[in-house]
């Protein structure tokens, strides 16, 4: 497993496993989010995340993780790998 993928997995676990991931997208510098059940996220574990530069609440159902531009493509292809979803679903 490389890096991005470890850090997936420690994501995928801390936002309440593969199944309450709704969706995931990404921008230039956070991954969005889209939640099954928002009160499944351990919003301290994935803000001590040593990854995560932030997390911020979007809506009800999404969280934006901040984790900067560098990382950003590699590691929500691998939140999604991870998800069980594919790019652009």
């Known amino acids: 497993m ?19 991931i709704a969706g995931v997208a990404s921008c230039v510098t956070r ?9 499944r996220v351990d919003d301290g574990g994935v803000r001590a995340h040593p990854a995560v530069l932030g997390l911020i609440d979007a809506d009800v159902s999404q969280v934006h993780i901040v984790v900067g531009p560098a990382v950003v493509g590699r590691l929500a292809a691998a939140v999604m790998s991870q998800a069980g979803q594919r790019p652009g679903v």
């Open 31 to 39: 991954l969005r989010i889209t939640l099954a059940d928002r009160a």
């Open 2 to 20: 490389d890096r991005y993928e470890t850090t997936a997995a420690a994501l995928v676990a801390l936002l309440g496993g593969a199944g309450n």
